[in-house]
């Protein structure tokens, strides 16, 4: 299994960024993926999450209205658009495979993580 994601760089407040995520090495299709982020010394948390289809989503309280969750199964592809950025959206993001089909914000349901993308929101 491997996740590589991309798109993370500075943005200012108010702007925008596209993170991608292209999964190898599994049958993309037939997992749940999500998106998690960290700051330095607090725990990974929640982003995003979508199922196999792309038919239920969820997010966090503090992205929903602003980001949205994507997938492309026919090139392998998660995504994340990220609008309205904020100061605290300020983290390393990390795309992750869930252990089964299903959508789910519980960290501990997913078995595979990329190595993470740092997106900065700065003046």
């Known amino acids: 299994v491997q996740l590589v994601e991309s798109g993370g760089g500075l943005a200012q407040p108010g702007g925008s960024l596209r993170l991608s995520c292209v999964a190898s090495?599994?049958?993309?299709?037939?997992?749940?993926m999500g998106w998690f982020r960290q700051v330095p010394g607090k725990e990974r948390e929640f982003v995003a999450t979508?199922?196999?289809?792309?038919?239920?989503?969820y997010y966090s309280n503090s992205v929903k209205g602003r980001f949205t969750i994507s997938r492309d199964n026919a090139k392998n592809t998660l995504y994340l658009q990220m609008n309205s950025l904020r100061p605290e959206d300020t983290a390393l993001y990390y795309c992750?495979?869930?252990?089964?089909?299903?959508?789910?914000?519980?960290?501990?349901?997913?078995?595979?993580w990329g190595q993470g993308t740092q997106v900065t929101v700065s003046s």
């Open positions: 992750a495979r869930a252990r089964t089909a299903g959508s789910t914000s519980s960290r501990g349901q997913y078995n595979s």
């Open positions: 979508i199922n196999w289809g792309g038919g239920s989503i």
């Open positions: 090495g599994f049958t993309f299709s037939s997992f749940a």
